[in-house]
């Protein structure tokens, strides 16, 4: 076989799709978008206090984040516009499709921002520009609706071509924040998959202090303990919502009296008698444990469910 043949068999340089992911895990390292983030982080969390909407916002009330479900209706719509621009005679269904794709978009902006503003600085970076292409795709669509209410169809489908190619640009940083970086994705340990059936010993009972949470090991988990009088709470120590250490959050009161434990890192307040979540970012339930003393004064867990 010739060079010249043998070159076809050659494995070929970089594709254009790991030079996609490259650039993708380069933001992630951006420190120039710091300074901006400090500041919108702050607005964001300035405006959407702890409370009610902040949470539906997160997606507690659904059990996961209301961001991605949410954004399908903008790019469904705003991809069926374009779709149908390649049509003759569906001017006025594709305008339709991007009006109501700019509509949804803002609910799925708001829970977005509430999202973000609780992310660690890597995933801040990546979804910073990712709001920057999902914003820039937006106002490409303002502009072709403008377009095509006042007739200029060639306008607006140039426009609404633009604000596609903006909307994939943001898509796929949004899918790099999610499946890459794992924002949204429940980060406690899946104690199903890592415990086995039955009780397991933990400590002796006289080693937990009255009132103050402490973290105990069993096997590969952290877990979170606290012992109120005669009663001993157990979860997995790690936050569902980004893995923060629960053994050093504090330890306050829900409005029935129940008690609950605040993660140090984002906020997100779990009943630390069944892992419940009473306030975000978290929306998934913390794993627990169900706890009982031997004769001998040893604890005792084993799963709950």
């Known amino acids: 076989m010739n060079r010249r043949a043998s070159n076809i068999f050659r494995r070929p340089g970089p594709q254009a799709s790991q030079r996609l992911v490259d650039a ?29 909407v902040k949470d539906t916002l997160h997606g507690v009330p659904f059990g996961h984040p209301a ?5 399908d209706v903008p790019m469904g ?7 149908l621009d390649l049509l003759p005679g569906t001017g006025r ?10 509509a949804a978009a803002v609910p799925t902006t708001l829970a977005g921002l509430s999202d973000w503003a609780d992310l660690h600085r890597e995933q801040q970076r990546v979804g910073l520009v990712h709001a920057c292409g999902m914003l820039t795709a937006s106002t490409l669509y303002s502009a072709s609706l403008v377009a095509r209410s006042r007739g200029q169809e060639g306008t607006g489908r ?6 596609l190619a ?7 940083l949004g899918g790099h924040l999610a499946f890459r970086l794992a924002a949204g994705a429940n980060h406690a340990d899946q104690v199903a998959h890592l415990v086995s059936l039955g009780w397991h010993d933990l400590c002796p009972a006289d080693d937990l202090p009255d009132g103050w949470p402490v973290h105990r090991r069993l096997g590969y988990i952290s877990l979170f303990v606290l012992r109120t009088g005669d009663e001993i709470h157990v979860l997995a120590d790690r936050c569902s919502h980004l893995a923060g250490p629960l053994h050093q959050g504090r330890i306050v009161t829900d409005d029935d009296a129940v008690l609950c434990v605040v993660c140090p890192w984002h906020g997100s307040t779990f009943r630390v008698v069944d892992g ?5 970012p978290a929306t998934a339930r913390q794993p627990s444990f169900e706890t009982r003393v031997t004769e001998e004064g ?3 867990v084993r799963p709950l469910g």
């Not at 719509?77 to 779709?83: E, G, M, Y």
């Not at 140039?158 to 604000?163: K, L, S, T």
């Open 24 to 52: 993708a895990e380069g933001l992630e390292h951006a420190r120039g978008l710091d300074h901006t983030i400090r500041l919108l982080s702050s607005a964001v969390r300035r405006t959407l206090r702890p409370g009610p």
């Open 67 to 71: 961001h991605p479900p949410l954004t």
């Open 77 to 83: 719509c705003w991809v069926s516009a374009a779709v």
């Open 93 to 102: 269904a594709a305008k339709a499709l991007v009006a109501t794709g700019l």
């Open 158 to 163: 140039a426009f609404g071509f633009a604000g």
């Open 166 to 172: 903006a909307l994939l640009a943001g898509g796929y």
């Open 276 to 280: 419940s979540v009473v306030h975000g």
């Open 298 to 300: 040893l604890v005792q």
